[in-house]
């Protein structure tokens, strides 16, 4: 069963960056996504990235301010975020996702939260 252990939220001042890591056990690793969940909100599809390494998507509102990577060796992903925004604030969850773009996600990691100040 795979597990994934998140890290590296906190309270971060609008303009400011965080890196969120994921580190992933259990299984052989997949393909990999963030989520994030806002209050009242449902969840969203924040990036993707292929088991290699090589595709990366995002959705609109995070492209050239967030950038998902992952180290195979480690079996961690990552998400650096830039130009934090107060609309980013939220609880940030890791996926273990069945197949690229994260249609279907296999497992949920606990989430962390994210808040940006004004």
């Known amino acids: 069963q795979v597990q994934l252990v998140e890290s590296g939220g906190g309270l971060v001042q609008a303009g400011g960056s965080l890196r969120l890591s994921c580190a992933v056990s259990?299984?052989?690793?997949?393909?990999m996504g963030w989520f994030r969940q806002a209050p009242g909100k449902e969840r969203e599809f924040v990036a993707a990235i292929s088991r290699s390494g090589g595709t990366t998507g995002y959705r609109n509102s995070v492209k050239g301010r967030f950038t998902i990577s992952r180290d195979n060796a480690k079996n961690t992903v990552y998400l650096q975020m830039n130009s934090l925004k107060p609309e980013d604030t939220a609880v940030y969850y890791c996926a273990y996702c069945v197949a690229y773009g994260c249609g279907a996600v296999d497992t949920w990691g606990q989430g962390t939260q994210v808040t940006v100040s004004s």
């Open positions: 259990g299984r052989t690793f997949s393909a």
